[in-house]
Nanobody
Framework: QVQLVESGGGLVQAGGSLRLSCAASNILFSMYVMGWYRQAPGKQRELVAGITNGGSTNYAGAVKGRFTISRDNAKNTVYLEMNSLEPEDTAVYYC???????????WGQGTQVTVSS
């Protein structure tokens, strides 16, 4: 059974930093496009950052320059380094794996990030 397990969320003051991790199991990790999404209360889930199996990255405009996505294929793990956090970044953050050449689409259970002002 495929599992995506997020960790690293928590409560942080505005201007602080957090590093999220997502460990994948039972998938051929290098064949997946990995992404971080977030969902704030009352809002739709939105893409925060993505990284292809080749290492190309893309970011939502609101986080560009503050967040960095990376992956370690040897550890089956994707990271999201979040700096200069703002209260508007408060949300549940979800890890996603999409098959680069398949229709497979998996989600983690989410991790809460709360930024206090």
């Amino acid at each position: 059974q495929v599992q995506l397990v997020e960790s690293g969320g928590g409560l942080v003051q505005a201007g602080g930093s957090l590093r999220l991790s997502c460990a994948a199991s039972n998938i051929l990790f290098s064949m997946y496009v990995m992404g971080w999404y977030r969902q704030a209360p009352g809002k739709q889930r939105e893409l925060v950052a993505g990284i292809t199996n080749g290492g190309s990255t893309n970011y939502a405009g609101a986080v560009k320059g503050r967040f960095t996505i990376s992956r370690d294929n040897a550890k089956n793990t994707v990271y999201l380094e979040m700096n200069s956090l703002e209260p508007e970044d408060t949300a549940v953050y979800y890890c996603n794996a999409k098959g680069a050449w398949s229709l497979n689409d998996y989600w983690g259970q989410g991790t809460q990030v709360t930024v206090s002002s």
